[in-house]
């Protein structure tokens, strides 16, 4: 006898109006829920990060610097070692820890109003420096965690609570790409721009964040992931137009892709 095949759809909720539960694919790392605004992507970050530890299997080994923003409420959900900083400064605080411990894995994880706005000279003297540490920018434009204020990240044209009319580059000057100064550096190992707006998007930022702690491991010097990540809430669109824009503006902007890294030794595989 033949099983029939149900296919179940998931273009539309349940007909029964009931949502069901199927399986928990939260990481293990991940103590709980997250408190974030429909549709945002930090929390999609977050994920593939704490995956990237337990698949390098360098949990136990690893310290995080966590920046303020909204994301700074991930610190009561992560069971990593983290600590939290001065706005901007985690780039420094992550130099300490790292000189200090030289065989710890050290992160920091930083908005763009934390990273660009609060600490530039931070980050670009860290890098500069060669400090063998990664650095992961959540990058949505906006100072989410303050009410959705233009950052030094947001695009030309791009509505915040601090440019209604769009920013304009004669008032307000010109978006700051920073993984692009930073891949421009010496002492610096490897940079990479992502984005969690689509599976696609998400695996290869994965993967970027992947090597850059394999980068760190082997002692070439600072690395940076940059992830534009969706806030709807700040970009007055519904959450289910967060992926959309943010390939239609953002992604514009700060074109996906790797910045630098170190060439692969002769005869090594793709």
């Known amino acids: 006898m033949t099983q029939e ?22 990481p293990s790392l991940m103590l709980g829920e ?10 999609v970050a977050l994920r593939i990060l704490l995956e990237t530890l337990q698949d390098l299997g ?29 706005h901007g400064r985690a780039p420094s605080c992550a130099t300490g820890i790292k000189r200090m411990r030289p065989q710890t ?10 990273m660009v706005n609060e600490g530039l000279q931070e980050v670009l003297h860290t890098a500069a420096r060669g400090e063998n540490v990664t650095a992961i920018l959540l990058n949505n434009g906006v100072f989410g965690d303050t009410g959705g204020q233009q950052t030094a990240t947001t695009v030309l044209g791009q509505r915040t609570k601090t440019s209604i009319e769009g920013r304009d580059p004669g008032l307000h000057g010109h978006p700051i790409p920073v993984a ?51 806030c709807p809430t700040g970009w007055f669109v519904g959450a289910p137009q967060g992926p959309d824009y943010l390939a239609e503006s953002m992604e514009q902007v700060f074109p996906l892709g790797d910045l630098r890294a170190r060439p692969k030794p002769s005869g090594a595989g793709a």
């Open 5 to 26: 095949l149900r296919i179940v759809p998931t273009d539309r909720p349940p007909a029964d109006g009931k949502a069901r539960k199927v399986a928990d694919f939260r």
């Open 34 to 43: 997250h408190g974030l605004c429909p549709g945002c992507g930090e929390p």
């Open 58 to 86: 360098i949990v136990n080994n690893s310290i995080g610097v966590v920046g303020h923003g909204c994301y700074g409420s991930f610190v009561r959900i992560m069971d990593v070692d983290v600590l939290q900083c001065l």
């Open 105 to 114: 894995a050290v992160f920091t994880m930083q908005g763009d109003g934390d």
């Open 180 to 230: 692009d100064l930073v891949a421009s550096l010496d002492g610096v190992g490897y940079v990479a721009r992502g984005a969690v707006g689509t599976a696609g998007s998400i695996a290869r930022t994965k993967r970027m964040i992947r090597a850059a702690f394999e980068s760190q491991l082997a002692g070439e010097g600072f690395s940076l992931v940059e992830i534009l990540t969706m």
